[in-house]
C-alpha cells in the first residue's frame, strides 16, 4: 500500500479524488492502492528546556546557555494531534512506499520529515513537488514523482533555521527577562523578531530626533509652465556619483549654490525678475516603459497593504486560500519570475479568466511575446511567481476576490505591449541663472489599459511633474517670467507601514527602489517571504508595537528593550540578514549546516557572557497602562473565547517513549516555554497577568477564565492553565 501524507485535510481530499481513493476511514482516505492520510500543520515540536535535564526547568542565569548536545522532537500535547498522529504511524508502519505531499517548501519539507520520523518510517519515501493544486498540476507531479534525497539539503536548511530560533531564542528570552525584566514581564527575543523590532525603533528615534532645517527653492513660471533652478551639487554627492561610476565619466556640475537665507533668495528673484526669460535648450526622448512584475509573496503583500491596508497576515492568509481553492499558484515564493516550462501553458490560463475576456480577448490567438523579464530559468528554484491557474475564480470573498484581481491583471499585462512615453526636458535661463522643467508624455498606453483607472504606474509613486504633458517650446524664444521664492523644511522619514517594512525586511534595512538591486539584496533579506507575516503579528501580541492608520509604532516597552540590547548580533538587520544568506546557502549545499550551528553556538555562548557582565542595573520600564488596556481588552472578548481552557492531559507513554532525537530543531516561537509556575511572569499581578504573552505556546495572550487564567490560543491545542 503506498501513503500519502498531505499537510492538510483539504489539499488531502484533493489528492485523493486524483488517484481513486474515495473511501473515507477514519484520519484518511483509501482506494486504488492509496492510503491519503494528512496533518495539521506541525504535529510535533520540539522538546522544551526541561525535558533535556531538569535543571532547565526554573528560569535562573546560572543554567544559561542551554545548548542540547542533541536536539530531539515529540508530539504536541493536542487530544486531536495525537489521535490524528497515532493512526500516521500506523499506516506508516505498515506502508510499502511513503509519498510526502506536504506543502512544496522548506517548513513543508521539516512538518512531514518530523512525523515520518516521529512514526519510524522504514520504507522508500518519494516527493510530490507541485506549484499549484489544479487536477492537471496534481496528476503531472505524480507522474513526475521526486526522489526524498533531492530535497536533503532543504531540509537541512530547515533544521538549521530551526536550531538557530530554538538556542537564540530560549537563551536570549530567559537571559533579558531575568536580568533587566524585573521579575515581572518575559522579554521576548527572536533572531528576526528583534532586528525587525529594532528597524521600527530606529526609525521612530530618527524622527523624534530629526531637527527639521530651513531652505529655500528659487522657481519661475514661464507661459503657466513652472521652471526649477538648477542647485550645485555638494562635493559630497559629486564624489559619491563618480565612486559610483567608477570615475569613467566627468559629472557636470551646473547650477547656483544651495540658498542658505531669505535675504540671498529675495536678492536673487530681485536680479532676475525684469529680465526676459530665454529657452536655451529643448530635448525630447521617446522611451519605453515595461509592464510591472509578476508578484512574489513579499510585493503582493506589498501591494495588498497600499492599495487595501490590508496587514502582511491577512494577505498571506487570503493568498493561501485562493491557492488551496485552486485559482492561484504556490503563494510562499520570494521571485518574480516563470520557468521556461510556464510558457507553452500560458494561453490556456488566459482563456481560463474568463471575468477578463474584454482584456484577454487581443491576446488570443496571437503568439505571446517570451520576454526575459518575465521567463528566467536562473531566476527560479523552487517555485515561480505567483500567477492564475486558469481554473475559473468563482465563489471568493470580496477580499479574496480583490487580491485575485491584482494577480490577474500583473500576469495579463506581462504579455501586451510595452507603454510608450515621450520625456521632454526644457532649459532655460535669466541673467545665467539655468532653470529646468520635465515632462512626460504617454504616446501609446500598451499595459497601461490592464489596470483601468490606475493612471500611475501601480508599481511605483512618480512624481506629479514627471506627469505634466508640457507646451511647445522653441529653442531661443524668450518673454516675460514671473519668479518665487518658496520657503521649504527639510522633511524626517516617515514611520514605517507594513508595506515599507516589508521591503526593509526584504533588503536588511536598505532602502532600495531598483528592482535589479532589490533582487541582488534579497540573499540578505531578513526572515523568509513566508515568515515575516508572522513576524509583525508577533511584535504586535508582544505589545512591542502598535498601529495608528497605517504607521507602525513602538510601544515605550518595545523602544525600551531595543536600547537595552547592547549586542548588535541580537538586533542588527545585516548581521541577520548574513545568517539568512547562510541559510539560503545550506539549501543550495554551498554551506555546511553543521558549521553554521557551531557559529550560533558560539554567538549565544558570547552573547550570555556579554550580558551577564553587565554591572549596569538597568531595567526595563514596565507599562501599567499597556497592562491595563490589555485587560479591558481581555474583557471585550467574545464570551466564546472566555471559556475555560482545557486541562492538560497527561503524556501517553507511547508519545514520551517514541520521542526521537534530531540533530537541530524546527522553526518556533522565540518566546521561552515553560510552566505557569517557572515563568516569572506567573509571579506578577492579577491586572499585569491578564493580556502578557503566553509562556507555554508563545502565540497567545493571557485570559481570564471563570476559575483560572488560560491562552487565547486554547482553541488551537495550547494547554496554558494557572488557577486563580
Known sequence: MIVCIAEKPSVARDIAEVLGAHTRKEGYIEGNGYQVTWTFGHLCTLKEPHEYTPNWKSWNLGSL???????????????????QFHIIEGLMQNADEIINCGDAGQEGELIQRWVMQKAGARCPVKRLWISSLTEEAIREGFAKLKDQTDFQSLYEAGLSRAMGDWLLGMNATRLYTIKYGQNKQVLSIGRVQTPTLALIVNRQLEIANFEPKQ????????????????????????????????????????????????EEGEALVERIKDLPFVVTSVGKKDGREFAPRLFDLTSLQVECNKKFAYSADETLKLIQSLYEKKVATYPRVDTTFLSDDIYPKCPAILKGLRDYEVLTAPLAGTTLPKSKKVFDNSKVTDHHAIIPTGVYAQN??????????????RFIAVFYPDCKISTTTVMGEVDKIEFRVTGKQILEPGWRVVFAKDVKDPTEEKEEEDENVLPTFVKGESGPHIPDLNEKWTQPPRPYTEATLLRAMETAGKLVDNDELRDALKENGIGRPSTRAAIIETLFKRNYIRKERKNLIATPTGVELVQLIHEELLKSAELTGIWEKKLREIEKKTYDARQFLEELKQMVSEIVMSVLSDNTNRRITIQDAVAAKAEEKAKKEPKKRERKPSTPKEKKPKAEKTTNEVKADSPVSPAPVATAASTPSATGGVDAFVGQPCPLCGKGTIIKGKTAYGCSEWRNGCTFRKNF
Open 65 to 83: 546557555p542551554m545548548i542540547p548536545p542533541r536536539f530531539g522532537i515529540k508530539l504536541i500535547e493536542n487530544p486531536t494531534y495525537e489521535k
Open 215 to 262: 531652505y529655500w527653492e528659487l522657481k519661475t513660471n514661464y507661459r503657466d509652465t513652472t521652471f526649477s533652478a538648477l542647485i550645485r551639487k555638494s562635493d559630497e554627492e559629486i564624489a559619491a556619483e563618480e565612486e559610483k561610476n567608477g570615475g569613467k565619466k566627468k559629472i557636470d556640475n551646473p547650477g547656483i549654490d544651495p540658498i542658505a537665507n531669505r
Open 396 to 409: 471568493l470573498t470580496d477580499m479574496e476576490r480583490r487580491v485575485y484581481d491584482l494577480i490577474a491583471r
